[in-house]
């Protein structure tokens, strides 16, 4: 990470062959940044909620046209990206052009993307809005839609030019939505920052959280990861620890009358793994024990029926038909270190599933 003066403001920059990410006051260096790229028309894609509390914020862009997308996950569809892509015909959008997508991972994903296909691809960049999305969704160059009942079933890798992250739009963002986040950033920590880790463990409430410095550390983790496995053949995998059985859980609850946020089934999940790297003899009990007391303090997880192993395993079996191979699973072997395709037992996910249970009862 290095610093750059950018008119009256200092600017923390992480560059990279994958598009420079910058984090700072959005008023004072965006601008700079975009005459560089000198684009023949500027294009914002945001949500509604993102065009009402967030776009007020980039003041003094040059000439913008914004195309407005309905929020929340339902519309990361084909439906909103040829919303898009008429919009940018409409307006003479050429291959000189720049779209900046100003929103959470749902925005960052389906703005990405449509983008990518456009003309065969114009450039892009991001201006994350939520925590999720300044920490994971708009680094590492994943874009995508849903399609039928499947996430991030088409989509592409394509890097945007530049990626602006500026925690003054936390003000705005939902507490719930803040916790989503949060439960990637613990994420990054346990796999890749013993000095994030510190940092959460020092700081006793989110008010007080020094979020420049989280977003900073968390960037870094992400960064480094996707920089040595842009394609996810190896290392990149680590980035999905606690989503193997998260999914699972989160696909389960959503079928009931008490759905899981993203976040909440994330935690859970990297608790039962935490468990089996545990008992597999991949993590000591020291470690164990301060990321759990961790993860208790941040995301404390409310108790919850939890599926059978028979049900998990179907999830599992499901995941692992679409990736077309097996399931392997991410397990930390120590603070700020992952293994990656670990072969877990059936036996081995039971056993954490009721030590997750009786976790969730004794709390
Ligand atoms: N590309 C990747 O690598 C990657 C990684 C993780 C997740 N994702 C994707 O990211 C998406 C989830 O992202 P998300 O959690 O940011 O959801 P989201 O984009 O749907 O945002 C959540 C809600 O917060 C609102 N919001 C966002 N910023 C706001 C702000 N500053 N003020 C007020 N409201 C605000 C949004 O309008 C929305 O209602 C999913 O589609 C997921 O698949 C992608």
Redesign the pocket.
Known sequence: MDTHQLGPTLVKTFPSTYGDIYLGDVREGLNTIIEAFSPSSLIVVA????HH??FPLLEGLPDTSVIIIE???PH?TIESCEKIWSSLLASGTDRSSLLLNL???????LGGFAAACYKRGIRFGHIP??L??MT??A??G???INHQDF??LVGRFEFPVLTWVDPV??K???EK?VL??LA?VVKHAIIGSAELLDILMQTKSVAQLPWEEVIAHSIRVKQRVVESDPFEKGVRKTLNFGHTLGHAFESHFLLTDHPLS?GQAVTLGMMAELQIALALGILKNEEFERIIALIMRWLPPSEVNLPSLKTVAGWLEGDKKRSGGKVGFSLPDQIGSCQWDVHVEPHQIEHSLNWLAAHLRDV
């Open positions: 949500d509604t909620h993102t509390f967030c929020a929340g996950e990361k929103g959470g991972g749902m925005i960052c994903d809005t939520s999720l999305a994971d969704a680094i590492g994943k874009t995508g996430k991030n739009f936390l705005t963002l939902p939505e989503t986040g990637e993203h």
